[in-house]
């Protein structure tokens, strides 16, 4: 079974940068896929970054160009690096190991972490 685990949350003024880790219990290279969501109070979850199993990475346009999705395969942990942040960006923020909706999985699939809370504040 695969165990995730993130860290690296906080509050931070608009503009500012965050990195946000996650660990996992096994090596992530037996993933397929790995990314990051996040999910604020009374709005649906949203995909934020994706690590896809070909080696590529996926960005929604609300992330673009400021959120970058990394890895070190040697430590078994996916980052998010975060920077020019924005109030709306304030949300519980998920580290997902083949999630639901971006591939097809024999193995373990739909893993979750606790989540780490990112405030934006103006």
């Known amino acids: 079974q695969v165990r995730l685990v993130e860290s690296g949350g906080g509050s931070v003024q608009a503009g500012g940068s965050l990195r946000l880790s996650c660990a996992a219990s096994?090596?992530?290279?037996?993933?397929?896929?790995m990314a990051w969501y996040r999910h604020a109070p009374g709005k649906e979850r949203e995909l934020v970054a994706a690590d896809m199993s070909t080696g590529t990475t996926y960005y929604p346009d609300i992330t673009k160009g400021r959120f970058t999705i990394s890895r070190d395969d040697a430590k078994n942990t996916l980052y998010l690096q975060m920077n020019s942040l924005k109030p709306e960006d304030t949300a519980m923020y998920y580290c997902?190991?083949?999630?639901?909706?971006?591939?097809?999985?024999?193995?373990?699939?739909?893993?979750w972490g606790q989540g780490t809370q990112v405030t934006v504040s103006s």
């Open positions: 096994v090596s992530i290279l037996s993933v397929h896929v």
């Open positions: 997902a190991a083949n999630p639901p909706g971006l591939g097809t999985y024999t193995g373990p699939r739909d893993i």
